[in-house]
C-alpha cells in the first residue's frame, strides 16, 4: 500500500554530514508517522528518530540528539534525515519506515512499523 526508497549514503570522514531521503508512493495520505532505524552488522536494529506527517512533532534516539535532524516535504512525499558530526558507531545501514495509525507516541520499536524500504549504507571512517 506504501512504498518507499531509501537514497543518501555514502561514505565519510568522521564529522562530516550525510543527508538521507525517504521517498514515499502508493497510499501516502494513510500515513502518519515516517521514522528512522539503522542496523549495524551483527547488532540488532535501532530506532534513531521519528515524525509526525501532519503536525511535524519529532522524536530522536538520545545518541543522535543534537546531532540529527529528520523533517519532511509534503509536496514531494519524502522524509529526510540530515546526519552532522557523525562518527564511526553511526555506520550501518538505515532504514525508513511508516506507521498507518499512530496508537502511542513516540513510536520506536520496530513492530509498531507497517512498511519499509530496503535501507541504504552509511559508513563513517575514522
Request: net charge positive; hydrophobic share 35%; proline share 2%.
Given at each position: 500500500?506504501?512504498?518507499?526508497?531509501?537514497?543518501?549514503?555514502?561514505?565519510?570522514?568522521?564529522?562530516?554530514?550525510?543527508?538521507?531521503?525517504?521517498?514515499?508512493?502508493?497510499?501516502?495520505?494513510?500515513?502518519?508517522?515516517?521514522?528512522?532505524?539503522?542496523?549495524?552488522?551483527?547488532?540488532?536494529r535501532e530506532f534513531v528518530a521519528v515524525i509526525k506527517w501532519s503536525t511535524d512533532i519529532t522524536n530522536y534516539a538520545d545518541s543522535v540528539k543534537g546531532r540529527f535532524t529528520i523533517s519532511r516535504d509534503i509536496a514531494k512525499n519524502t522524509v529526510y534525515l540530515q546526519m552532522n558530526s557523525l562518527k564511526p558507531e553511526d555506520t550501518a545501514v538505515y532504514y525508513c519506515a511508516a506507521r498507518r495509525v499512530i496508537s502511542r507516541w513516540p513510536p520506536r520499536s520496530e513492530s509498531e512499523y507497517d512498511y519499509w524500504g530496503q535501507g541504504t549504507q552509511v559508513t563513517v571512517s575514522s
Open positions: 500500500q506504501v512504498q518507499l526508497v531509501e537514497s543518501g549514503g555514502g561514505l565519510v570522514q568522521a564529522g562530516g554530514s550525510l543527508r538521507l531521503s525517504c521517498a514515499a508512493s502508493g497510499r501516502t495520505f494513510s500515513t502518519h508517522a515516517v521514522g528512522w532505524f539503522h542496523q549495524a552488522p551483527g547488532k540488532e
